[in-house]
Every structure is written in C-alpha cells, then in structure tokens.
C-alpha cells in the first residue's frame, strides 16, 4: 500500500510558533500532496511536491520531501488560530488519478 | 471558475433503507471523479473514482455502487443500507491527465440507525 500515515496524530501549539507535521510511505511515488479539512468540511488542496523535488513554499507553507526515507514533513510558520484543522498527504503512484490518504494530524492552534 | 456541489449534506437512514448521494461538478469537462469515505476520526478510504462515463472502478469490497450517467455527475448508492455505512461521504473531481490534485466537495454525513 502506498498509504501515508502521518505523526503525530495530534499536535497543539500556540498562536505564533511553527507547526511541523510528518507523513511516512511506503512505495514509490509520483507526487505527494498535502490537504487541509477544517472540522466537518471537504479537503483543500495546500501544496503539490514531485518525486524529483526536494522542497516547495507556498505562503507559510514548506514542505520538503526525501524519497530515499519515503517521508516528507510539512511546516506551517507563524501559525496562526485559523489553521486549526486536521492536515493530511497523500501520494500519487503509478497512476496519477488515484490518491491514496494517511490519516490525518489535528493540529490545534491556541490563541 | 469550477465548483462541485455534492448533497445532501446529512443524512440518517435506518438500516436496510436505500441510499443516493450525488454530484456534480460544473466548469469542466471529462473530470476524474472519486468517492471516499470519512470514518470518525481517521483518513480517507477510497471507495470508487471515474475516469469517464459509465466507466467505474471500485476499491473495496461493499454493499456500495457510483455510476456515472453523465460526464459531470456520480451517484453513490445502495440498496440497503447497513449500521458500519455511516461516515462522512466526500465527492472529489480531478483534472484528467495532469498531476492528480483534487478538488473536494463539501461532503454528506450519513448515519445509519
């Protein structure tokens, strides 16, 4: 399976620090992605990183990838109480239309 | 610009009763199209996605079928319904042939009683 998990499960921080969430695969992949679900909301799409990337900003956003430990880590800067939600990668293998999810780290951020 | 609508948004259904979720995506043509469930608390499993009309994959095993009558729309549905379908039912379309990233409904809450 190419299922990410990521670590930790749950993470609280307060207003202002960074915030650094994991994820672990298994197989070779295309792309990994990672998403943002707000409590009882869809997913929204953060940020894309390619196998052959090693590290892409987006805003606050940085995630870095390192296809030789299969493991990429997603950092949010300065954070903020409006990105409380849980977050979650997900990766593209062979075929690109098909996205397998982890489960998840519910990161609060207190004010 | 496009959106996907996805309804209803909550359901309770008692066990044994037939189910029909559906959506739509507007903006685009011949969109990848994708069901997962939400179970409390944990990822997403993927149930079944599309890459054309009449064209379904499942992933898992279930009591659970999509079809997918018109380009921009997939129905999720059963004929009975059993306690362990409740979950959180998200619709999700993809750009064919690009990179894979997902645009997300806001998704429909099932609860079988």
């Known amino acids: 399976s190419q299922q990410g998990e990521e670590d930790p499960q749950a993470l609280s921080i307060q207003e202002g620090e960074n915030a650094t969430m994991n994820c672990s695969y298994k197989t070779s992949i295309n792309n990994l992605q990672w998403y943002r679900q707000n409590s009882g909301r869809g997913l929204v799409h953060l940020i894309l990183?390619?196998?052959?990337?090693r590290e892409k900003h987006s805003g606050r956003l940085r995630v870095t990838l390192d296809t030789s430990k299969k493991s990429s880590s997603l950092l949010i800067t300065a954070s903020r109480a409006a990105d409380t939600a849980s977050y979650f990668c997900?990766?593209?293998?062979?075929?690109?239309?098909?996205?397998?999810f982890g489960k998840g780290t519910l990161l609060t951020v207190n004010p | 610009s496009q959106t996907i609508h996805q309804w209803p948004a909550t359901l309770v259904q008692p066990v044994g009763s037939p189910l029909s979720l559906e959506c739509t995506v507007e903006?685009?043509?011949?969109?990848?199209l994708y069901w997962y469930r939400q179970a409390a608390g944990r990822g997403l499993q993927l149930l079944f996605y599309s890459i054309g009309i009449g064209q379904i994959s499942s992933e898992v095993p279930q009591n659970l079928s999509a079809s997918r009558p018109q380009d921009r729309q997939f129905i999720l549905s059963s004929k009975k319904l059993l306690l362990s379908d409740s979950g959180f039912y998200l619709c999700?379309?993809?750009?064919?042939?690009?990179?894979?990233?997902?645009?997300f409904g806001e998704g429909s809450r099932l609860t079988v009683l």
């Open positions: 990183i390619r196998s052959n990337e």
């Open positions: 999700a379309w993809s750009v064919r042939g690009l990179s894979g990233e997902l645009f």
């Open positions: 903006g685009t043509s011949n969109p990848n």
């Open positions: 997900a990766t593209s293998g062979g075929s690109n239309y098909k996205l397998t």
